[in-house]
């Protein structure tokens, strides 16, 4: 049964005349009791002003339009379930009670509910923590990596019973077998979610500290499949949006389709559409790995066939300067000879004769010296010339793990599997010699 409003004219007074005399505080109770019985719940349009929280987590505001203001209070436990930022200028919808603060004799509105007017309070939410991080530039380019050509090494956080794993596995499987790759399994909607996809990212960059620089982990793809925007909630959440623009290893988000844009596609050094095209992104494939090879091997062919021809003609040309220059040397030095031996045979003198000699077999051994130095210079030359394209060499290539493939007894290479079948024999050319085989199957 509802509770009657109490008549604040049924008291009766002892006083003379009649009259109702009532203490401050009975006066104020009443009032207090017709308020909150007539407006035990109401909700009320307004712009907020005058926003301020104090220390133990309540706030205070006002509610205005054009001509009237409403003092309002919201407690600490009521505020800890919004999820969106209170600020001044905000347009809202409060749900309370209006009731008398009994202190200073003025009503408030205590608020138990607020709702952004024209926009959900999630999704408001939402776009506040979107200019609030690029404001921080957590989505500066500047701050954005590139991804390494070729990773070794991949993580990868996501869901094990989600389609995305499934979609990223077979397209790295079909484009290269050989890379490594490092599961870290989260949850990646409902309850949890966002701490586990943050822990994750982490603990993966945790891990690569313990590691040489050739085994860590060189780039990290982060996401799931499509779904409702609830189902990707956690990705545009503050704590994984952090956890990711802190990390040290790259990192490509792949959140739902291709329409969908998360916080973490924001933050992310690389955004990718899908899974799939995260898996695409990361790893060429590697015929078309083998064409390039091929390419460089045959522009080092020509490199190296052109660059032995230069060295052997400057070689030549050398050679042919030597010689002319000795020539001279020894033309102008048997000129000089042949001039003392007449000057001896005019005047005789033993002593001078011997000075001489001796003057000529310096001049015949300096010039021995410096023939011989600069033929060791130019050869050196052409040593270093030499093994700079001995490491080019497509021998060398092969030497690091690689390895090319001919036909049998064509020579030719095996460039695609659609060049070969079932029966065929092949060579297999190694850094190290060479594996014959026979091809039993093709996929």
Not at 144 to 165: D, E, F, H, N
Not at 396 to 417: A, C, H, M, Q, W
Request: contains cysteine.
């Amino acid at each position: 049964m509802q509770e009657k409003s109490p008549d604040l004219f049924d008291r009766v007074s002892n006083a003379a005349g009649g009259r109702r005399i009532l203490t401050v505080s009975e006066i104020t109770q009443d009032i207090k009791l017709v308020l909150e019985n007539t407006f035990s719940e109401v909700w009320v349009e307004g712009e907020i002003s005058g926003f301020n929280r104090i220390s133990t987590g309540t706030i205070f505001f006002s509610l205005k339009d054009n001509s009237s203001l409403l003092k309002c209070v919201m407690f600490s436990s009521y505020v800890l379930g919004l999820k969106f930022e209170i600020k001044d200028g905000l347009k809202v919808i409060c749900g309370g009670r209006i009731s008398v603060y009994e202190k200073d004799g003025k009503y408030q509105l205590y608020v138990e509910k607020i709702e952004p007017k024209g926009l959900g309070s999630q999704q408001l939410a939402l776009e506040q923590l979107k200019q609030r991080l690029e404001k921080e530039g957590l989505f500066s380019p500047a701050h954005k990596r590139p991804i390494p050509y070729l990773p070794a090494k991949i993580g990868l956080v996501t869901s094990l019973q989600g389609a995305a794993i499934k979609d990223i596995l077979k397209v790295l499987e079909r484009r290269f077998k050989d890379v490594h790759i490092i599961a870290f399994p989260v949850r990646v909607q409902g309850d949890g979610a966002k701490e586990e996809i943050a822990q994750a990212i982490k603990e993966l960059n945790v891990f690569n500290e313990g590691l040489r620089k050739d085994e860590r982990i060189e780039v990290m793809i982060v996401g799931r499949g499509g779904g409702s925007a609830e189902d990707l909630w956690a990705f545009n959440e503050e704590v994984v949006a952090r956890a990711i623009y802190n990390s040290r290893i790259p990192v490509i988000s792949a959140v739902g389709h291709e329409r969908d844009w998360s916080v973490a596609d924001m933050v992310a050094d690389v955004r990718a559409a899908t899974p799939s095209v995260a898996a695409e992104m990361v790893l060429p494939k590697k015929e078309d790995l083998k064409d390039k090879l091929l390419d460089l091997t045959s522009g080092l062919k020509r490199a190296f066939l052109d660059t032995i021809t230069g060295l052997q003609e400057d070689v030549d040309n050398l050679a042919h300067r030597l010689k002319i220059n000795i020539e001279h040397v020894f033309a102008l030095n048997a000129s000089e000879f042949n001039s003392l031996v007449k000057k001896i045979a005019l005047l005789n003198p033993a002593l001078l004769i011997r000075q001489y000699q001796q003057r000529a077999q310096d001049y015949a051994r300096q010039i021995k010296v410096r023939a011989c130095h600069l033929l060791e210079l130019k050869t050196s030359e052409f040593r270093k010339a030499t093994e700079k394209l001995s490491g080019l060499s497509p021998l060398n290539i092969l030497s690091r793990g690689y390895s090319i493939t001919f036909k049998i007894p064509e020579g030719t290479v095996v460039r695609d599997i659609k060049s070969v079948k079932v029966g065929d024999r092949v060579k297999t050319r190694l850094g190290k010699g060479a594996i014959s085989s026979e091809v039993t199957e093709i996929f």
